[in-house]
């Protein structure tokens, strides 16, 4: 049985303020939620604070990205070991906005990749196709190849112990997200390939949809047998919408 999880990626937004008031308002809501894992991803600066008003609560932070490198003369980076730091449990890895605003190629995502396991921390890998790429039918072959590059980079076991989501980038923030059977199709592809690479440790992959995943959707696409949770953008702002998420995914991590 692969534990469900739901994560809230809250991007660019809010203060400290904010970020404290979210936090406050969902810890009573989703309070006895203990069959499930859920982590929370604010921006960098409110991490710390964020990380100790979880401390002693069943909920986790996470990061929204790392840095390529170690240590050293990288103006403006921020290490895994950092993260780990201040109490970082989980890091979102290639995200679409990073790879396409910030020109992050498959093989920087393997390096971030490589330098979250290192520092123990959970990587949640992000892929999915645009929607030109849907429309020409190379959803595999983009995914595929996305998947390929940390393959080949970490080798099968760290893969499938980590954490990797579905992201169509034409369903992020798009208020459209893919259908139950379509996020499905991808997931199993996606297990599929880490099978092929190591059949014993695939089955307990974890696998999240992200893109406008909403408290009226969360059901019917966690209820997808490969559906193992999700990855929450704008519904993670308001504490009452992800709260209502985060039941949904109840008892729907795949059986294996
Ligand atoms: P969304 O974002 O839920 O706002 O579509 C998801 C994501 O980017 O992770």
């Not at 991803?41 to 840095?67: D, H, I, K, W």
Request: charged share 20%.
């Amino acid at each position: 049985m692969r534990r469900p999880l739901v994560m809230g990626n809250w991007k660019m937004n809010g203060g400290r303020t904010d970020a404290i008031a979210l936090v406050t308002d969902l810890l009573p809501r989703v309070h006895g939620l203990d069959d499930i894992d859920i982590v929370l991803c604010p921006p960098y600066p409110f991490l710390e604070v964020v990380s100790c008003r979880l401390r002693g609560t069943l909920l986790m932070p996470g990061a929204q990205n790392v840095s390529a490198f170690t240590r050293g003369a990288y103006t403006g980076e921020v290490a895994a070991t950092m993260l780990r730091d201040v109490g970082c449990r989980y890091v979102i890895i290639g995200h679409s906005e990073r790879r396409l605003l910030f020109g992050e190629s498959d093989s920087v995502v393997a390096d971030k990749f490589q330098q979250a396991t290192a520092a123990g921390l959970v990587p949640v890998l992000c892929v999915g196709e645009s929607a030109a790429e849907r429309a020409a039918g190379r959803t595999a072959e983009v995914v595929g190849r996305q998947l390929a590059a940390v393959l080949d980079a970490v080798g099968p076991a760290p893969l499938a112990a980590a954490v990797v989501a579905y992201e169509p980038v034409w369903a992020i923030g798009s208020g459209q997200a893919a259908s139950p059977a379509d996020a499905q199709a991808v997931h199993q592809f996606i297990r599929d390939t880490i099978s092929t690479a190591d059949p014993a440790r695939a089955p307990q992959l974890r696998i999240l949809y992200g893109g406008s995943v909403k408290a009226q959707n969360a059901q019917e696409l966690f209820s997808q047998r490969d559906v193992d949770g999700g990855l929450i953008g704008g519904a993670a702002l308001d504490a009452s919408e992800f709260a209502q998420i985060c039941k949904a995914v109840r008892g729907c991590g795949g059986a294996e």
